[in-house]
C-alpha cells in the first residue's frame, strides 16, 4: 500500500466498545503502545473488527498537535502519546517532528516553525502528541 500519511502503524485491535452510530476501537502497536479510534458502525461491520484482528491505523502528520507542558489539564483528545523528540526537520514554514514513543513506535508531526521554537522542541526532549480519536482512519489487509 502506498499512501501520503506519515503515520502508518500496524496493529491489533484489542477491545471493542459499540454504540448506536460509532464504535471505538482500540488498537496496540508492536511495541505495547495504544491508539483509539472512533468509526462508525457500519465501518467496524464492513472491516470485520473484532478483538485480536490485525489491523492498519493511518494518522496524517498535520492533525498530530503537540504540547510540551500538559500538567494540570485534562483534554478531550482520547489519545495523548509522550514520547521523546528524535528528529527535527526545519523548513521554511514548518517543522516536522519525528518522536519515539516508549514502546519504540515513531510518530510524525508537521508543525509550524514558530510553533516548533515556542514549544522549544529539542532532539531528547519530552513531548506529548495529541490525536483525536476521530482522526484515525482504520484499514484491513484486502
Given amino acids: 500500500m502506498k ?7 500496524k496493529g491489533t485491535v484489542s477491545a471493542v466498545k459499540e454504540g448506536p ?11 505495547g503502545d495504544t491508539l483509539v479510534a472512533v468509526i462508525t458502525e457500519q465501518s467496524l461491520e464492513s472491516l470485520g473488527l473484532v478483538k485480536g484482528k490485525e489491523i492498519v491505523a493511518l494518522v496524517k502528520a498535520p492533525l498530530v498537535m503537540l504540547m510540551t507542558d500538559g500538567s494540570g489539564y485534562r483534554l478531550s483528545a482520547r489519545n495523548t502519546l509522550q ?10 514554514i514548518n517543522t516536522e517532528v519525528v518522536m519515539t514513543l516508549p514502546g519504540g513506535t515513531d510518530l510524525y508531526a508537521i508543525v509550524t ?13 519530552p513531548v506529548t502528541a495529541i490525536i483525536k480519536a476521530s482522526h484515525i482512519i482504520v484499514g484491513v489487509p484486502a
Avoid: H, Y
Avoid at 499512501?3 to 502503524?9: D, E, K, M, T
Avoid at 514520547?83 to 521554511?92: A, D, F, I, R
Fill in 3 to 9: 499512501i501520503s500519511a506519515r503515520n502508518v502503524f
Fill in 113 to 125: 516553525k514558530e510553533a516548533a521554537a515556542s514549544l522549544d522542541l529539542k532532539v531528547g526532549s
Fill in 83 to 92: 514520547g521523546t523528540v528524535k528528529t527535527l526537520e526545519q523548513g521554511m
Fill in 21 to 31: 452510530v460509532s464504535a471505538e476501537v482500540d488498537i496496540t502497536l508492536p511495541g
